[in-house]
């Protein structure tokens, strides 16, 4: 008996609940479908489903075997798509979407090298600093800087986001430096609304999580505008390393409350959960990761 065409006719009558419309998807005869199924019953001693009034039900011992059938199928199926990609090219159009700033300086840089690496596949970037349903609105994968909260995603890490309390010196040479938290209170601050804090700002300090509620001068989603209202001497601003480490070399930012380390985030591919992952998306992820690893901004141990 062909074990594995047994369980797959097995699951495929679970999932379509009908012999018949089985045999018909399998180009067979419904006799020989039946005859597999109680082939497979008499070679596990168990009967696997019952049919009353065209109806079809697992037994119990049935209902454990389909759920462990999935499983081994689902594995048969990666192991069979990965096989055949090391002999594919990975092509096809791929949709991303990733942060405006982030992929200005972390994404589109890299692009010409990896569409000459993979030139089958055709890349459709979209920059958009608003959430957006991976789903619904049909991407293959979305970069995103934070911890992911839907389970049903899965995220692949490319890299970390430090980030640090930062001004520009004018601005501090005209307000004063805040040497603790109750003195960062009475800043105006610049503030990312994308946070599902907000205004609340977390840090790590002697080992301990600490958080501190600020006054919001200003509040955007875009994080270039944060930026460029730093550097005018609008405020202070909690800030990722991977968008101002220039200025901060520069001298037009300056960091402060050095022993309040703002919470770091992972920077995450994220894609739906499927059995197989497209090998276009695998080869994105895979790309990026190792570019990711090269660079000493995005490269960091966790505080």
Not at 57 to 76: D, F, K, M, P, R
Not at 106 to 131: A, G, Q, W
Request: some cysteine; aromatic content about 8%.
């Amino acid at each position: 008996m062909d074990r594995f065409t047994a369980m797959k006719i097995f699951v495929r009558i679970i999932q379509m609940g009908s012999f018949t419309a089985v045999a018909g998807e399998m180009s067979m005869t419904q006799s020989s479908i039946s005859k597999k199924i109680a082939a497979l019953e008499a070679n596990l001693g168990a009967t696997l489903l019952t049919r009353n009034n065209r109806q079809i039900q697992l037994t119990e011992v049935g209902a454990n075997y389909y759920e462990h059938c999935l499983s081994i199928l689902s594995e048969l199926e990666e192991a069979e798509a990965q096989t055949k990609d090391y002999t594919l090219k990975p092509t096809g159009n791929l949709r991303v979407n990733v942060p405006v700033a982030f992929g200005r300086l972390h994404v589109i840089p890299y692009l010409s090298e990896f569409m000459k690496t993979y030139p089958d596949i055709k890349v459709e970037l979209n920059c958009l600093d608003r959430k957006i349903d991976l789903l619904n609105d049909g991407f293959d994968l979305v970069i995103r800087i934070g911890h992911l909260a839907d389970s049903n995603l899965v995220a692949r890490k490319l890299g970390t986001s430090p980030r640090v309390i930062v001004a520009s010196p004018e601005y501090l040479k005209n307000h004063g430096v805040p040497n603790n938290l109750d003195d960062l209170k009475q800043h105006p601050c610049l503030v990312y609304t994308n946070l599902a804090t907000v205004n609340i700002w977390h840090f790590w300090h002697n080992k301990k999580e600490v958080r501190v509620q600020v006054d919001a001068a200003m509040q955007t989603n875009s994080s270039d505008a944060i930026l460029e209202c730093a550097l005018a001497g609008l405020g202070v601003a909690v800030m990722p390393n991977w968008l101002i480490q220039p200025q901060l070399d520069a001298g037009a930012l300056t960091t402060v409350l050095h022993d309040f380390v703002p919470t770091e985030f992972p920077i995450n591919a994220v894609y739906p959960h499927n059995h197989y992952t497209p090998l276009k998306v695998r080869c994105f992820i895979n790309f990026f990761k190792e570019k990711y690893s090269q660079d000493a901004v995005l490269n960091t141990q966790p505080v």
